[in-house]
């Protein structure tokens, strides 16, 4: 009797296929309307411009539940913002997730067409230099470079410590290294390889160089790799192994990226830990099974925490991962459709798959802040969220925010629920200020989608804010369970 109840409530409430089986997670069905904090937002758009940097301190303690743990911090609360007021503070984290948006579908363009990235270098000495030459809490940032969210390693013996990118959108680690060439402002001392008895350089010869996209031969021994991110940032060096502390726990011989040239809006952290599916991302070296992380309130001075090989608790909502065959570095996802108020939008399955050129499918990203859709899809999505907002009071549009109000009068409002949709009638709703969010301090809200001119599409960080996401590695599966920072 219970599952028939399920299989009939689900397909009729949000007009899916029957499906054999019913998990706790598809009883809870969203209402069509939620309600939106908006004073609580409005808050926080104060609070953010005045937080104290949490300082070079800071370290990840390990979490019983995993083999290893890091603390995630949002960018606000490491790196003190130069914006005197939240518009402005607003406009540059958009600017800064344009870049990575189109570094990201450039990376895919270039997989698909067989393009190699050494067509993007950006260095007139390319990777040629000599000595003579040069001169784990998640925390939140905003780009390709500067990350929405940052933890804190230790690189080498005795560990040096320093914050990294969190990037599930990139494989290769790489930090600042002494001497620099050209190296961008960080928080911490940059890395100094002498001072390190574990920093190893790897030959050319090597399997980790022959995983590189882009790597060259210096002295015909030592392994150089490059990294261009499409949006101008880049960072050259020796690819070495070194030893990665996380808190208590220290991971040997990672292979990892000692930048002596680095350019681009990586401002704050000093390096990068790559989390994508590719055989030299941090996860993979650790031959991980699963790994999960919670990103708090990017205006939010909390922490939360990045695990490996943690299982997921039996009330996550779990949906297919998949791979795409021209790019083994991004989490795409089965995604089947959205809902807007309880009703499933007229949106073929087909805009959110894969095709067979490699083209088209749905990301998942750590570093992407405003989900992107393919215009048609995020054309239909909008007109129905403004269907339901009719009674909202309307404001102009906000860099590539093109539907926004004016909630200076309100306290809290009504906005109809927004769910995506995935196999086996699985649905996860979004919480209202995981797509209505304040672009200022006074009371404009925007819908935190956009549209994008890229086959790819992309769920962003704002939508996953406050959920625990979660990668089954082993059994290709992702993992979503709200509430659970």
């Known amino acids: 009797m219970g599952l028939l109840f399920c299989i009939v409530f689900a397909g009729c409430f949000f007009f899916t296929a029957p499906f054999v089986g019913c998990s706790r997670s598809l009883l809870q069905i969203p209402r069509p309307m939620t309600v939106l904090d908006v004073a609580d937002a409005l808050e926080k758009t104060i609070n953010v411009l005045s937080f104290t940097p949490i300082g070079q301190s800071l370290s990840a303690s390990p ?61 007139d000495k390319g990777s040629e230099f000599g000595a003579e030459d040069l001169e784990s809490p998640i925390v939140s940032g905003s780009s390709q470079g500067s990350g929405e969210y940052f933890s804190r390693v230790g690189i080498g013996k005795p560990p040096s410590q320093v914050y990294v990118v969190l990037d599930t959108g990139s494989d290769i680690n790489w930090v600042q290294c002494a001497p620099c060439a050209d190296c961008y402002q960080q928080s911490d001392p940059i890395f100094e390889p002498s001072l390190s008895s574990s920093y190893s ?120 991962l998949l791979r795409n065959n021209q790019l083994d570095t991004f989490y795409y996802l089965g995604l089947t459709g959205i809902s807007v108020g309880g009703e499933l939008l007229p949106i ?86 995981n797509y209505m969010i304040p672009v200022d301090s006074v009371g404009t809200f925007c819908f935190a989608f956009a549209p994008t001119s890229s086959t790819l599409s992309i769920i962003g960080n704002v939508q996953q804010q406050g959920t625990r996401v979660g990668f089954d590695l082993g059994n290709s599966r992702v993992g979503f369970v709200p509430n659970k920072c």
């Open 201 to 320: 350089p790897l030959n050319c010869e090597t399997q980790q160089c022959k995983y590189l996209d882009d790597s060259e031969c210096r002295n015909d021994r030592t392994c150089v790799y490059e990294v261009s991110y499409g949006d101008g940032s880049y960072t050259v060096g020796d690819f070495v192994t070194e030893t990665i502390t996380l808190g208590s726990d220290t991971v040997n011989n990672v292979a990892i990226g000692c930048g002596h040239n680095n350019e681009g809006l990586f401002v704050g952290a000093g390096g990068l830990l790559g989390l994508g599916g590719g055989p030299l991302s941090f996860s993979s070296q650790l031959n991980a099974s699963t790994f999960s992380y919670c990103l708090v309130d990017r205006d939010s001075d909390s922490a939360s925490t990045l695990e490996f090989d943690s299982a997921l608790p039996p009330d996550a909502i779990t949906v297919p």
């Open 63 to 123: 979490s019983p539940t995993s083999l290893l743990s890091l603390q995630i911090h949002p960018r606000a609360s490491v790196h003190k913002t130069s914006h005197l007021d939240y518009k402005s503070l607003t406009l540059s984290r958009l600017q800064r997730d344009s870049a990575r948006v189109t570094s990201l579908a450039t990376r895919l363009d270039l997989a698909v067409n067989g393009i190699s990235k050494s067509d993007l270098r950006p260095l």
């Open 348 to 433: 073929p399955e087909s805009a959110f798959q894969i095709d067979d050129s490699g083209n088209g499918g749905v990301i998942i990203d750590s570093g992407t802040a405003v989900t992107r859709l393919q215009t048609d899809t995020y054309n239909v999505l909008r007109d129905a969220f403004t269907k339901g907002t009719k009674n909202l009071p309307s404001a102009d549009s906000v860099a590539l925010f093109d539907t926004c109000y004016n909630l200076s009068s309100k306290g809290s409002v009504d906005v109809p629920t927004l769910s995506f949709h995935f196999p086996e009638g699985k649905v996860l709703p979004l919480p209202a200020k």
